[in-house]
């Protein structure tokens, strides 16, 4: 994506995306149709979503459908793959372990009757190799970090006409770097319907919930809390009798509640000239 025109990167170590000059916060990132607010890692050295779990990604630049609203700049739509194949009916299938420099991953998936799944996840152990390359030497950097992803999607199909879609995505972050410590992470838990009426009529349904919180403490002096819930239901209607054009009818409701909150320690001038002698 950061490679098509009008996409530009930060630099060549961050997976945020800057669209037609617009800020890094003014994507909307969708996953079965979920908000997840921000999907990095290590403030975009790493992406968040695992490749096994996406059956599809739609990007618009501009001129976006006016159901992903919301945003300025684009719209990231990804879907979360079924899982499994189609003409063979077992519990794991297509399973793998990936295990990288820093990280390692593991994913499965299977098809049992009318269900389908893909359960996937990773963690990083970057602390643990600074650790092993500061006790032989090679480096001097005292910093404890690590994420973890967990994403799936789980599908049941009451008929060829009929399915009913779960999906979720936790991410989490921890940084400590002393005086500093950081977490934060991102949870998105879609239940999605789907029923086609007839040929050229289908309906949609989607309930989501989405969840982004960040914590920053710098020793006992300041400690800096932030949290974002999204509950969000929508419905529509689609109708394809024309070639090449898709009618929609819908709505979509959404609650968004946010807390911020933020302490900082009381100490007199004495105090603090004796914490930092």
């Not at 945003?71 to 063979?88: C, E, I, N």
């Not at 690590?146 to 399915?163: A, I, V």
């Not at 070639?243 to 929609?248: G, L, P, S, W």
Request: include cysteine; hydrophobic fraction near 40%; charged fraction near 20%.
């Amino acid at each position: 994506i950061q490679a098509l025109p009008g996409v530009v990167a930060s630099s060549d170590f961050s997976s945020k995306i800057y669209v037609r000059g617009g800020a890094a916060d003014q994507n909307l990132f969708l996953f079965d149709n979920a908000v997840v607010y921000s999907p990095v890692h290590f403030f975009g050295l790493f992406s968040t979503f695992l490749v096994e779990g996406i059956d599809d990604v739609q990007f618009y630049k501009s001129g976006f459908p006016a159901q992903y609203g919301n945003r300025l700049s684009s719209v990231l739509k990804m879907d979360g793959r079924a899982g499994g194949q189609d003409s063979v009916e077992e519990w794991f299938s297509k399973s793998s372990i990936k295990i990288s420099t820093f990280a390692a991953q593991l994913h499965t998936e299977g098809h049992k009757g009318p269900a389908r799944w893909v359960l996937a996840g990773r963690t990083t152990y970057i602390g643990y190799i600074l650790d092993l390359c500061n006790s032989i030497g090679l480096l001097d950097l005292d910093l404890d970090y690590e994420f973890t992803d967990l994403q799936g999607t789980f599908m049941y199909d009451f008929s060829k006409d009929t399915r009913l879609k779960f999906s979720y995505y936790i991410g989490k972050d921890r940084l400590e770097f002393e005086p500093l410590y950081m977490d934060w992470g991102n949870v998105a838990i879609p239940l999605g319907f789907y029923h086609r009426i007839n040929g050229d009529w289908d309906y949609n349904a989607t309930l989501a919930y989405s969840k982004f919180y960040q914590t920053m403490k710098v020793s006992d002096l300041m400690s800096i809390e932030m949290l974002l819930y999204t509950f969000a239901g929508k419905q529509w209607l689609n109708y394809r009798g024309i070639d090449n054009h898709t009618f929609m009818m819908g709505y979509e409701l959404e609650y968004d509640y946010e807390r911020y909150q933020e302490a900082m320690a009381s100490m007199t001038i004495k105090d603090i000239q004796k914490t930092f002698h």
